[in-house]
């Protein structure tokens, strides 16, 4: 394959949250430093179905089928359910709009038909979090936009932003538009303090292993003695 073939194949890969992730600053342990240009971030409903239209295609149809199935001699049942997860997904859909600015002065948001700002001098980290879950046994990965705010020495404000209905394309271009310093002290204690959670697990395990072998020994040993 021709070079120029390769290089329009790579254009055409759909970006996925993983590789936005891969190209963000995302360190939670981080100061925001150097923001070079004023920028502005929205979340709104044409990026979620340009992200997840399919998805939300198939799903509305299972649904319908469902509903159609269930409630097929009772309509007005059907109606009622049907304008209850309409409702819902609005309020969803309202939930998750949101703008985010990078002005001359701080960051300013609005989000729940709220705005706030937080000057430079009080912003800790803009970052993304990727989150687990589980759902029926399912492992299931998600992203959060964070913005920390240093209120006092004892108070810090943390706004959590879903992705799902940003541009992938900007939000990168978002995170470009400033520089992080990531707290080596602090990252430092958060690696000691995973890997002491690393050996109590693997002590335990190792310890449940030896209690089920002396366990069996035990138990062949009586049998042994009462035949």
Known sequence: MSEKGKNSRKKRKKLTWKDVYQKCNHHEISQVTNVYDTFSLKSNLKNLLKNYGVPILTVTIIILIILIITFWKTIGTMLIALVLLLALAIFAIIYATYEIKLDKDG???????????????????????RAHKRFFFIPIHYYVLKITEYVDKEKMNIYSFPTIMLNKKKTIDFFKCFDVNVLKDAEEEEEKAD???????????????????????????MYLFNR
């Not at 310890?207 to 089920?212: E, R, T, Y």
């Open 107 to 129: 960051v300013r948001f609005k989000i729940n038909f709220q705005e706030t700002f937080i000057p430079y001098n009080k912003l800790i980290g803009i970052y993304l979090e």
């Open 195 to 221: 890997e002491a959670k690393k050996i109590l697990f693997k002590a335990i395990g190792i310890l449940l292993i030896v209690l089920i072998v002396i366990a069996l020994i035990v138990s062949f040993i």
